[in-house]
């Protein structure tokens, strides 16, 4: 009785984390010169699954909305709109990019950084960067072309590539293995609809979001009692 009940709290506990995957992110904003809006693409940048552990498959999510509403009235050095929240952002409306029909996305380059701690950098070749290691997308896809889809419609705007965290994992597929416990970022380089963007995430304290929401750093596996 006392395994079956451990092991439906291991369960429920797994399904409230997966739950919550999507809100432990960084959401950041995107100008965009061409609409004259200081947040016209919205992004939410983090593992694929959270909590992040070491020897561990895991990947880079890349979602993406835009604005179709009126640019933002947001003041964005202490806030960002909520990624999940369509109806209440200083006048913006977002939703999804959709590349099955008028958006595009291309020439998306991800470098996963392995760092000495949680802080943020600007470049691969910051003193606090352990390595700097390109991904390709998972099955072989080409990077110069179109985001990669998911078969599932509703997640056209999600980019994802796979990896093997921590000291141990193979090397899978096209993916480099990325190793070590602890800090981790993303550099992320992608044209979305003609206009370039080069940024920046790292997990934790890193993060360069104004209400300090971030995706979770590398942590050791843990030994279920």
């Not at 809006?37 to 983090?46: A, H, Q």
């Not at 960067?129 to 999600?158: C, E, H, R, W």
Request: proline share 5%.
């Amino acid at each position: 009785m006392k395994n079956s009940m451990r092991t439906a709290l291991f369960l429920l506990t797994a399904g409230l984390l997966g739950s919550a995957n999507v809100q432990a992110h960084e959401a950041r904003c995107l100008k965009s010169t061409v609409h004259n809006d200081p947040c016209y693409y919205l992004v939410l940048v983090g593992f694929t699954h959270e909590p992040a552990m070491a020897n561990e498959m895991n990947g880079v999510d890349l979602w993406i909305k835009k604005n179709v509403g009126t640019p933002t009235t947001l003041d964005l050095t202490k806030t960002v709109p909520d990624f999940d929240d369509d109806t209440n952002n200083g006048g913006a409306r977002y939703v999804p990019v959709d590349v099955m029909k008028e958006d595009t996305i291309m020439n998306v380059m991800v470098h996963v950084l392995r760092l000495k701690k949680q802080i943020h950098v600007t470049s691969d070749s910051d003193k606090n960067v352990i390595s700097a290691t390109m991904l390709t997308p998972y099955l072989g896809y080409d990077m110069m072309g179109p985001l990669v889809q998911s078969m599932d419609p509703m997640f056209n705007y999600k980019y994802t590539a796979r990896f093997m965290t921590g000291p141990t994992g193979p090397k899978t597929g096209a993916s480099s293995n990325v190793q070590g416990v602890g800090a981790y970022g993303f550099h992320i380089m992608a044209m979305i609809n003609d206009e370039m963007y080069d940024e920046f995430f790292v997990c934790g304290a890193g993060t360069t979001n104004p209400t300090g929401d971030a995706f979770s750093c590398v942590g050791s596996p843990q030994k279920i009692k």
